[in-house]
């Protein structure tokens, strides 16, 4: 895929950001339905999609996809809204958890599409210097949310979830690292 795609398609991966603005401004119950909405219908479009063109959604879709198989814009949404329900009694997990997955991901596939070259031991998909990139800008997200341990308790389990989850790390990442996070925070 030409780096321009995959710019497109991170632009896509960044509107994660907008439910930690919008948590202010909407109920959370109501938040998480929006979610959870967008995954359905994010999976609705891809369905319909496969047998039927459809205006401007097919063509969002087919220039964004690494291949016609490809979901990681329904796991992604699907990864915020697991995310919004585990961690949710913590929103400065949550949120962090959410920007991990959000720049994190973004970020080390840019950086690893664009210049990365040393491949990572056991996935020769991903690239140190893709994971460098991962744990340097989800730290730095994560650091507007919690404090400087936890985010890179975070970031550091967001990267590893990101380079070696045997399903899609848009399902993972959110996940494995909150996990983390919430456990630093439960044992200190």
Known sequence: MSIQKEFLRQLIHLSGLLFIFLENLIPFSFLIGIAFCITVIGELIYQIDKRKNMPIFS????????????????????GITMAMIVFGHNLAVMNAAIIILTLGDSFSTLVGTKWGKHQLIFNSKKTWEGSLAFLIIAFLGALTQIEPVTAMIGAIYGAIGEAYSPIDDNLTIALISGTFMSIYIFIT
């Open 59 to 78: 063509n969002i879709l087919r220039n964004c996809r690494r291949d016609k198989n490809e979901r990681g814009f329904v796991y992604f949404f699907a």
